[in-house]
Antibody
């Protein structure tokens, strides 16, 4: 059974940092693109970042570029999101999701077939 | 404001057929596949439709997707009370980013 379990969320002050983790099991983690998707309270879904199977390619939404870093450890079947210079507008539930990719282009797709339960990040003073 | 535009709300009575639209541009829907997600209250999103019109195993055939040009639609036939949820479209954009629509809240009257 595929499982994705996020951790690391919490309350942080504006300008602070937080590192989210996602533990994967039930599939060959190193064979998949992985993503972070967030949802602000009462709002819609927003894709945050993607990382390639071997970590060699990463893509980010413009609003987090230069502040967030997605990474992975295939030996530990784990995905991470390092979040720095946090702002109030980063407050959201952050989901870890398994992603597909386009065989022709090599780019990831927004086919997220498995999701974690989410971890809440609150940025407030 | 989302680049993929969805109506904020939709409604229907049990047994009815409802459609939810998703409008984009040539750099996203016009040149890439469309995906649809269902999010029940308090839960993670669930993949409903992939590659415009394909259903993952376990998704009832009451749900169908289509795409034409820079727009896409999700149709739900034989509406049921358990279909009451938020629905999101998504597509890859040629600017190397994934996009979600703003979401449509479906109410079963």
């Amino acid at each position: 059974e595929v499982q994705l379990v996020e951790s690391g969320g919490g309350l942080v002050q504006p300008g602070g940092s937080l590192r989210l983790s996602c533990a994967a099991s039930g599939f060959t983690f190193s064979s998949y693109w992985m993503s972070w998707v967030r949802q602000a309270p009462g709002k819609g879904l927003e894709w945050v970042a993607n990382i390639k199977q071997d970590g060699s390619e990463k893509y980010y939404v413009d609003s987090v570029k230069g502040r967030f870093t997605i990474s992975r450890d295939n030996a530990k079947n784990s995905l991470y999101l390092q979040m720095n210079s946090l702002r109030a507008e980063d407050t959201a539930v952050y989901y870890c999701a398994r992603a597909d990719y386009d065989i022709l282009t090599g780019y990831p797709t927004p086919l997220f077939d498995y999701w974690g339960q989410g971890t809440l990040v609150t940025v407030s003073s | 404001q989302s680049v993929l535009t969805q109506p904020p709300s939709a409604s229907g009575t049990p047994g009815q057929r409802v459609t939810i639209s998703c409008s984009g541009s040539s750099s996203n829907i016009g040149s890439n596949y469309v995906y649809w997600y269902q999010q029940l209250p308090g839960t993670a999103p669930k993949l409903l439709i992939y590659r415009n019109n394909q259903r993952p195993s376990g998704v009832p055939d009451r749900f169908s997707g289509s795409k034409s040009g820079t727009s896409a639609s999700l149709a739900i036939s034989g509406l049921r009370s358990e279909d009451e949820a938020d629905y999101y479209c998504a597509a890859w954009d040629d600017s190397l980013s994934a996009l979600f629509g703003g979401g449509t809240k479906l109410t079963v009257l």
